[in-house]
């Protein structure tokens, strides 16, 4: 029997795309749109994998991960990150979640298919991440970093525009970071 694989992605394009590639490779996928979706759909269906964006609405992959964690039947659940984030950000997302591997966005389906398998066989030999308790990992993880890197948006060539919008980039960053603390107060 193939293993039954729950894609995790807000991009419908992605879905339908990893969707295919593991059709081609005789596994059984199933598609979720964000964290709340795919939880919803974990009630009902028994997967052997979830591959999960980390960004997405209604609930993020980190979210999600932390009600994975919280339930019993689906604590150990072998998740694989999807991320275009970098690595020293993934890396700390993946630990934080107990993540069995990650890959990086855009990915081939050569490449995403070696590390299917290679989580697969993982959790299978036991050789998972420890996967963490719900209740120790952070409400929201620090992604401080993350608000820092530089937009992938393309700015103008007019340099009128191009200053507007830079300053539109950096005030969303600003608060980002700032609205979190002031929160706190």
């Not at 050789?127 to 970093?145: L, Q, W």
């Not at 919008?165 to 107060?185: C, D, N, W, Y």
């Amino acid at each position: 029997m193939s293993a039954r694989i729950l894609v995790v992605d807000d991009s419908p394009t992605i879905r339908k795309v990893v969707g295919s590639i593991l059709e081609a490779r005789s596994y059984k996928p199933l598609l979720a749109g964000d964290g709340q979706e795919a939880l919803e759909m974990l009630g009902t269906e028994a997967v052997d994998l979830v591959l999960l964006d980390f960004v997405m609405p209604r609930m993020n992959g980190y979210q999600f991960c932390r009600e994975l964690r919280a339930d019993p039947k689906l604590k150990n659940l072998p998740v694989v990150l999807m991320s275009a984030k970098g690595d020293k950000i993934r890396g700390q997302f993946v630990q934080q979640t107990g993540a069995i591997d990650a890959i990086t966005k855009p990915f081939d389906a050569r490449g995403l298919i070696a590390v299917i398998e290679g989580a697969l066989k993982k959790h299978t030999e036991g050789r998972g991440r420890p996967v963490p308790e719900a209740h120790a990992m952070p409400e929201e993880p620090d992604s401080s970093a993350e608000n820092f890197r530089p937009s992938r948006a393309s700015f103008s060539d007019d340099p009128g525009l191009r200053r507007v919008q830079a300053a539109h980039e950096f005030g969303r960053s600003l608060s980002q970071v700032a609205t979190p603390e002031l929160a706190k107060i």
